[in-house]
């Protein structure tokens, strides 16, 4: 069996043992279901009504028949109804992803940009002050909280410029572009720096290690110019920990930036996560945290695949 066909094997026992461990989880929370749904209109239910609603949404059987309702749901496609939106989960789910996909790009694409040309900076000029000086950023980087970066910008911009980040109704990239990154400008640039920290330093190690090599230094004494040498051949033997780094990042990006997206008022899917954990909405959390594991799952394997197109004598198994 190829190595494909054996990931690919795993990813139902994976997403199903995700499921298993979410159905609990939210379940132990101590608390009121009903009431953590419906807020203060819980206090308006008749005893009556009360026991009725534990019965539509299946409260009221044990854990293992909820589950199994649900895991025969998911079979058919069907995630169930969300009582925060009043929809289809899948739809709701559907609905926010585009921003927080578009949103992880954006992340993505700043600090690859940022931290490779960092990184392959430092590692050429290891030892000096400016090698120091990268160094001291990318601590400074990846010690820094990205909700805190996310509010340092908003108050620099408001204080020092008297403007504020462009908030409320979301604009897809295909209505509006000019709107739609101004609403996603800022939210990339506060995950992108923290992410480009974490690359500076990943390509730094790589690139001076690779820059010890001896093809290195066959290529220098062939009189190789010193820009070949780097890019040409050092920059793409370092690349494997930057994208495997890379890979996780994107998976937790896709996860949605719960706190980026709450500052900034964006209706991405890490809000939903947290409006479902907030008002114990089952169906969308379960929904939502299996939606996120199948994205995170897809990803690490196309960072697999990637190994071998980076470096040929990497060989994933086929046995």
């Not at 066909?5 to 499921?19: A, Q």
């Not at 044990?62 to 309702?69: C, E, G, K, S």
């Not at 990268?134 to 620099?156: D, E, H, K, N």
């Not at 809000?271 to 996120?292: N, P």
């Amino acid at each position: 069996m190829g190595y494909l066909t054996r990931r690919l094997v795993t990813f139902p026992l994976v997403l199903i043992g995700v499921s298993i461990l979410v159905f609990v989880a939210i379940r132990l929370v101590p608390g009121d279901s009903i009431t953590a749904m419906l807020g203060t209109e819980a206090g308006l239910l008749t005893p009556q009504q009360r026991v009725a609603l534990t019965a539509y949404f299946g409260l009221d059987q044990n854990w293992l028949v909820q589950y199994w309702h649900w895991l025969l749901g998911l079979f058919r496609g069907d995630l169930g109804i969300s009582v925060a939106y009043g929809k289809p989960v899948l739809d709701v789910i559907l609905d926010r992803f585009p921003l927080t996909l578009e949103l992880a790009f954006l992340s993505m694409i700043i600090a690859l940009a940022v931290g490779l040309p960092a990184g392959v900076f430092a590692a050429t000029h290891n030892g000096r002050p400016s090698d120091l000086a990268v160094r001291i950023f990318a601590m400074i980087g990846q010690s820094t909280p990205s909700f805190v970066v996310g509010l340092l910008i908003i108050y620099v911009l408001s204080v020092g410029f008297g403007a504020l980040p462009t908030m409320g109704e979301f604009s897809p990239f295909w209505q509006d572009p000019l709107r739609n990154l101004s609403q996603l400008i800022f939210p990339a640039i506060t995950l992108g720096l923290a992410f480009a920290a974490s690359v500076t330093r990943i390509s730094r190690s790589a690139m001076l290690d690779v820059l010890s090599d001896d093809y290195v230094r066959t290529a220098r004494s062939k009189g190789a110019p010193a820009r070949s040498v780097i890019w040409r051949h050092a920059l793409p033997n370092a690349l494997i920990p930057v994208v495997t780094l890379s890979g996780m990042e994107f998976g937790y990006l896709l996860g949605g930036a719960v706190l980026v997206e709450k500052i900034y008022a964006l209706p991405g899917l890490g809000r939903v996560v947290l409006d479902a954990i907030l008002q114990r909405d089952y169906a969308l959390l379960q929904g939502s945290v299996l939606f996120i594991a199948f994205n995170f799952m897809v990803v690490n394997l196309l960072v697999d695949l990637a190994y071998s197109a980076l470096d040929p004598r990497i060989r994933l198994g086929e046995r």
